[in-house]
């Protein structure tokens, strides 16, 4: 059975940084579009940022570029949403998902999906 799980979430303060980890059993993340999407109390999921596996183009929402990078660790099969500069309003349960082929293109369609770790930023 595959299993998307992430983790590094947690509270810091307006300014700090966080690094989230996505990692999968029975998935080699290579092969797969990887996203990190957003929950806000109240508030739809939203994409966060999307890695794709063919070429390696990487997509974000425009409230989180130059301060949010996703990468990806061949090695390790994992993938990683380093957040920095946060802000209050990154306040949200994130969560990492994967889509393999074929993708729907910027992670519009994902098929796994981890429970989400919760991050919240203090002003």
């Known amino acids: 059975q595959v299993q998307v799980a992430e983790s590094g979430g947690g509270l810091v303060q307006s300014g700090g940084s966080l690094r989230l980890s996505c990692e999968a059993s029975?998935?080699?993340?290579?092969?797969?579009?990887i996203g990190w999407f957003r929950q806000a109390p109240g508030k739809e999921r939203e994409g966060v940022a999307c890695?794709?596996?063919?070429?390696?183009?990487?997509n974000y929402t425009d409230s989180v570029k130059g301060r949010f990078t996703i990468s990806r660790d061949y090695e390790k099969n994992m993938v990683y949403l380093q957040m920095n500069n946060l802000k209050p309003e990154d306040t949200a349960v994130y969560y990492c998902?994967?889509?393999?082929?074929?993708?729907?293109?910027?992670?519009?369609?994902?098929?796994?999906w981890g429970q989400g770790t919760q991050v919240t930023v203090s002003s």
């Open positions: 890695l794709g596996s063919t070429d390696g183009t990487t």
């Open positions: 998902a994967a889509e393999g082929p074929p993708y729907s293109g910027n992670c519009r369609i994902m098929e796994y």
């Open positions: 029975r998935l080699t993340l290579d092969y797969y579009d």
